[in-house]
């Protein structure tokens, strides 16, 4: 099987997916015009998509790294790892908005809060960041988590942790490789998506998904994607995988626009497959108003989808915010 590798060409990463790309006028029309999204209710807050405060003391408690990976979801791709003795954390987004402007009510607003502050986790040993969009690269969390843990980025990214005082960073291309403490090796892998944090940077800086592989266990992230069959590749070369996070929502009702960037329900669990992945959580749903699909409708359909698709139960699980899951097997 080949490896889909990323093409960098005159100043710009280019996606190799054959997708059509969407221009800013793309983006305000699709603002512009697209359907309003009707709010949770009070008894959808607090019983069907509550935030429960952090169990700590679970966290903090003893697990078989050889057996298992212990999973916490803060929000949206947020997610504290426990494995193989280490702890991390992927794409750290704590801000109320996902914004150029903060301050502003402009952005995506968030309508679930985190379930913890930044100060409350314990000590990181690394992150891993998926791209630049603003509601997976958040600057006041970044400068919060600070130069102790290590960084690992796609390509391109280190001059902005720059320019916000972090140097402790490691970026890779696809499938560049690096090792943390000799015990793990992280790998930076395709998928489909953009990266854009200003008017003028689109593709500017690379984008991907991360494998974290250990002498016992398999994790992968999806970060931000499309259906893309590049997953084939990565469950081909570091797969199966004993837990991967994939994203569920802001697939939108009107699939035109957002199937460039990002994969619905039927498609997260084809890419689960894919990745030969023994346990999946859902992830990137149920926090920011990012398109129009129901707000609980991600996971709703995640039961039903992988029934249809011969899943065991809670092998492609949706979480409820701050709730910590032991992966065994």
């Known amino acids: 099987m080949q490896k889909t590798y990323s ?12 997708s ?18 009707l709010p949770l209710t009070e008894h959808e807050k607090t019983h069907v998509h509550p935030v429960l405060p952090v169990d700590f003391d679970k966290i903090a408690s003893d697990y078989d790294p050889t057996t298992t990976i212990r999973s916490t979801w803060i929000g949206h791709s947020t997610v504290l790892v426990q494995m193989e003795g280490y702890t991390f954390i992927t794409d750290p987004v704590w801000s ?36 630049n969009h603003y509601d997976h690269l958040d600057a006041d969390a970044v400068q919060q988590i600070g130069n102790t843990p290590k ?7 280190k001059a902005w942790f720059k320019s916000v005082n972090i140097d402790n960073v490691i970026e890779l291309d696809w499938w ?12 930076c892998t395709p998928c489909q998506h953009y990266s854009q944090r200003t008017m003028t940077d689109r593709y500017a800086v690379l984008w991907g998904s991360w494998c ?25 070369f570091y797969g199966p995988f004993d837990y991967s ?33 023994k346990r999946s959580m859902g992830v990137h749903w149920g926090t920011y108003l990012l398109s129009t699909e129901p707000l609980l409708e991600p996971p709703t359909l995640l039961k039903s989808e992988s029934a249809q698709a011969g899943l065991k139960e809670d092998e492609f699980f949706a979480s409820k915010i701050g709730v910590t899951t032991d992966i065994i097997g």
């Open 20 to 37: 059509t790309n969407k221009t800013f006028g793309d983006m305000v029309s699709y603002l512009w015009n697209r359907p309003k999204v």
């Open 245 to 277: 996070l994939i994203p569920i929502g802001a697939y939108d009702l009107n699939r035109e626009f957002m199937k460039t960037f990002h994969c619905n329900v039927p498609e997260a669990v084809e890419i689960h497959q894919q990745l030969k992945s």
């Open 96 to 131: 109320k908005r996902c914004t150029p402007l903060p301050g502003f009510p402009a952005g995506p607003a968030r309508y679930r809060d985190p379930p913890c502050s930044i100060n409350d986790l314990p000590k990181l040993d690394f992150v891993i960041l998926s791209h």
């Open 212 to 236: 974290v592989l250990g002498k016992h266990k398999r994790f992968h992230f999806a970060g931000d994607t499309a259906k893309c069959d590049v997953f084939n590749e990565i469950g081909h």
């Open 151 to 157: 960084w690992f980025v796609p390509k391109g990214m």
């Open 176 to 187: 560049e490789e690096a090792t943390f403490n000799d015990d793990l090796t992280l790998v």
């Open 7 to 18: 093409i960098f060409k005159n100043g710009k990463y280019v996606n190799p997916f054959g």
